[in-house]
Each structure stands twice: as structure tokens, then as C-alpha cells.
């Protein structure tokens, strides 16, 4: 049967179409050019046209189960799909002058693929004013170990961004904690290395977005494309890249590499700190870059300065950007978070609830979400709604250590303050019905709002043994349990008693 690419690819955009939606079909799908089908061994390839490599990028990224089913219906288990790839520009490095450059699709392989892209190896080649076809399976023995170790115009196109498409701008709270940092990556993020932020530096304690702030700008650019070749690493990762590649003879590559990113993000570089080698590759990696109008995004976790062993030049080339910080976010902040970060769980959390959490939990972004999903495991676990019961519940001993601060006789104060009683009575001998029931009612106060011991707390109530603050809490309990007017009373009380916690 005589088939020809633009039938069998006209055959393939018929299933695409079912599968997805129109806007999408029409950015991603209808610019494709069928340019070829051949028979090669015991493979069909069609070959097709990308406008530019971010098609390319796009569509392994998000299309590439629904492509690879869809060869294989039109063409059977033979078929492959190679992409061909426009090259606008002229890329002086790679000495290409604007032809097209050919990349295979993933293999449509139902079993996990090897650690490196096997179909890397050439396809035909007639476009292509380089003319030679580029054998990777010497060259990149262990991606993603050697990721840089792919020569020619074909290692722009395999840069991994890898970017955690979650942390978007959309999804970052803004709160005077991180409002300079926020705009500054936002500005950087559409129009990377024209900014004077460069390099934009962020730094801050543990768990304050740092991570989501320069992946979002990653995302943005990427999303936007307002930068071609994005890289996100850690600096770890970078050091361990970088170790490995002298281990391997590859720091021509390792560098060449790193050189040809457009916006490099590179993670808590406190880590390069004492690590001269690696300073000095970064510093020429650094200078290149700029130079190129290139933009590079740090972050840290304390102001650079503060960093013990990074060389003096580097230092100074962070002054030639922006360096800003990130603070603990305050209590509006911690709201807000709480509650998109409910709304994209899907969780109902009523404002009592929300206010609880982010007046107790106050140190950062994680521990924040750390007590909502606690919460909601807790809720789940015993199968009961989430209020603010639960949520004291299961953020017991994150509380606690808020509650140091109180001590006993304030308890007393405020406990006898609400009874309109004088809170001397609570410490003397009275046994009159009411003064005990203050008594054990501050006991108990004391029992769940202080470190202290069951014996200093009787201690502190003129005197008593620590069996007088056991019946005191239990009795305490068992009226919460058989009269609902006096555990209103409890409840009201503990709200005051947590209001002056804080
Ligand atoms: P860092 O890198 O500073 O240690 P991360 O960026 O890893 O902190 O943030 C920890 C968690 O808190 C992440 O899940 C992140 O999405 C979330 N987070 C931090 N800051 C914000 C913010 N401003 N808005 C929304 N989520 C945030
Ligand atoms: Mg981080």
C-alpha cells in the first residue's frame, strides 16, 4: 500500500484530535509538518517538522504517551516518530547556519526505558548543512550522570530543565515577609538578563519559598518563553556534575554545557562554601554568562557574606545584582497560605480553625503545610470533621512549645478574672463550691498550657499534693463530658488563655 507522510500524519491528527482539546490542538499540533516516511531495518519512521525546539520540548513533555499511542495505531509496533526541528537563529558555537536539525522522538517503547535516550542516534540527515550525523551512544554513556556530555546543537535541545512545575507565581503568597523578592523574580522572569538583577540572589531561613520563588521564575520563563534553555540544579548537584566530570576528563563539557544555558538557577549555594574548584568553575561559568546577558538566580541561606569560604570574587560579583531576602511570613501571610493551601487541597477549614494554625505555627512556609496535612490526617485517621477541637488535637505538641511562655500565676489570674473571683482564693484553704471549681478549672489550665510538673503546679496552688491536680484535671474532664454549659465555659476560657500564649 502506498502511504505518504502528509496521509499517515493526517491519519495520526485525527486520533490527536479526540484526545485533546482544540486550543491545544491548535498550538501543538496543526504547526507540524509531515516532511517524510521511510522504512529503515525493522523500523517506519515518519518524520515531522517543529517549529523550534521548544515544540519539541512541549510536546515530549506533555504529549509524548498520547504521540507514541498514536504511531503505533497508524503505523504498528514498527512505527517511530522522528522530529525535525527549524533552527531559527544562527547559533555561532555550533557553526550551524539556519537549516534544520533532525531529533527522534522518545522510542515507542512499552517497557521502562534505559537510563539514557537510546534513539538518540542519528536520523537521516538531508536538511542539515553540518551533514553529520551524531552518534551519542559513545558520548553519553550515563545520563543523567554526564547530562552535559552531548555534543553539537543536539545538547541545547536536551537541557532538563528540571523544573517542579508546581512552584509558580501563582501558587507564591505574597506578604511583606517576601514582597521585594517576589518582584524582583517576577521582573526577571519576563525579561531574564536584561534586568539590572543580575545575578538575583534571594537568601533566607529554612522553609521561607526561596526553592518555589526561583523555580517559579524558571516556570515563567519557560511557560512564557521568555528564555530558551532554563536549568535548575542544586548546588550539590552541580558539585557532584562537576566531581564527576573531572573524574571523567569532561570539564571542557561540564562547562560548555553550563555556558549554554539562558537562565541558570542554581539552589542554596551556601553548599559551594569551602569548595574552591567548584567556585572557580561556577566564577567562569558565572562571567561567561553575564556577559552574555545570560541571567543567573541564586539562592541562600543566610546573606553571602555570612557564608564561610566563598571566595572574595565571587562575592563581589553578587554585588552586581540584586541581593534580597526572605522573612518569616507574618500572621495575615500565614492566613492567606493556610487557606490556598486548603483550596488546593480541597479541604473546608473554617476560620477558627485557620486562625488556630497560624497563630501556633509561625516559623515558616513547610511547617505550616506540615500542620495542615497533619490535621488532615489526624481527621481522617479517627474519621471526624476538622474543627477546632481536632485541630488543638493533633497540633498538640507543635503548641506546646508556644505555651511556655505562661506561667502558672497568670493562668490563676485569668482563669479567676473570668469567675470574678480574687485569684489569691484559688492558692488559700477555701473550700467553698465556687473556689473549688476555679481551683481545679486553673489546675487543669495549668496541667495543658505549662511544662510544668503535676507536683509544682499543686505546689503552686497553696501547697497541694500532686494527687489534688490528678482529681482536679479528671473531674475537670468529666464535666466537659456531662454538662455541654460548662464545657462552653472551658472553651471560652481556653480561648483567652491561648490569646495570651502567643
Ligand atoms: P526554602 O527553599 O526557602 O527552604 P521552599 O521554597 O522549599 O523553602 O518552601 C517550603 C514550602 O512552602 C514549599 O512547599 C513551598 O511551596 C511553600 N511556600 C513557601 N513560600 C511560599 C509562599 N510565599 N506561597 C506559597 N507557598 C509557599
Ligand atoms: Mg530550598
Known sequence: MERTPEAVWEACLEI????????????????IKPVSLSEEGDQIKLTVELPSRFYYEWLEEHYYSLLRKTITKVLGPKGRLFYKIVIEKEDPESGFEGTSVNMPAHPPETTPPPPRRPSLSPPPTTSSSSGTPVDLTEQAPSVPANPFAIPGIIRKIQVDSQLDPRYT????????????????????????????????????????????????????????????????????????????????????????????????????????????????????????????????????????????????????????????????????????????????????????????????????????????????????????DIDLELAREALRDLIKESRVTLTIEQIQQLVCEYFGIAPDLVRSKTRKREIVQARQVAMYFCKQFTQHSLKSIGLHFGGRDHSTVIHACQSVENLMETDPRFREIIEALRHKISLHSR
Not at 486550543?23 to 504547526?31: A, G, L, M, V
Not at 566564577?283 to 555570612?306: C, G, M, W, Y
Open 16 to 31: 490527536i484530535r479526540d484526545n485533546v482539546n482544540r486550543r491545544s490542538y491548535k498550538t501543538w499540533f496543526e504547526p
Open 169 to 384: 507565581f501563582e501558587r507564591f503568597i505574597e506578604g511583606d515577609c517576601n514582597r521585594l523578592a517576589r518582584s524582583a523574580a517576577l521582573a526577571i522572569a519576563q525579561q531574564p538578563g536584561t534586568t539590572s538583577f543580575n545575578p538575583f540572589l534571594v537568601y533566607g531561613g529554612v522553609g521561607l519559598g526561596k526553592t518555589h520563588l526561583i523555580q517559579a521564575i524558571g516556570n515563567y520563563a519557560r511557560q512564557h518563553r521568555t528564555a530558551e534553555t532554563i536549568r535548575y540544579v542544586s548546588s550539590e548537584q552541580f558539585t557532584n556534575e562537576f566531581v564527576q566530570a573531572i573524574q571523567h576528563n569532561r570539564i571542557n563539557e561540564f562547562s560548555t554545557f553550563y555556558r549554554h544555558i539562558d537562565l541558570l538557577i542554581i539552589d542554596d549555594i551556601q553548599f559551594f562554601g569551602g569548595k574552591e574548584k567548584t567556585q572557580e568553575v561556577f566564577f567562569h561559568i558565572f562571567n561567561a554568562l553575564h556577559q552574555a546577558n545570560k541571567q543567573i538566580v541564586l539562592s541562600a541561606d543566610r546573606p553571602p557574606k555570612d557564608i564561610p569560604g566563598i571566595e572574595e570574587r565571587l562575592m563581589s560579583r553578587f554585588q552586581w545584582g540584586l541581593m534580597a531576602d526572605v522573612q518569616p511570613p507574618d500572621l495575615e501571610t500565614r492566613i492567606a497560605i493556610l487557606r490556598r493551601k486548603a483550596e488546593d487541597e480541597g479541604i473546608a477549614l473554617d476560620d477558627d480553625v485557620v486562625e488556630f494554625i497560624a497563630q501556633h505555627v509561625k516559623s515558616n512556609f513547610r511547617e505550616l503545610e506540615g500542620a495542615l496535612l497533619r490535621l488532615v490526617a489526624h481527621a481522617a485517621y479517627h474519621r471526624r
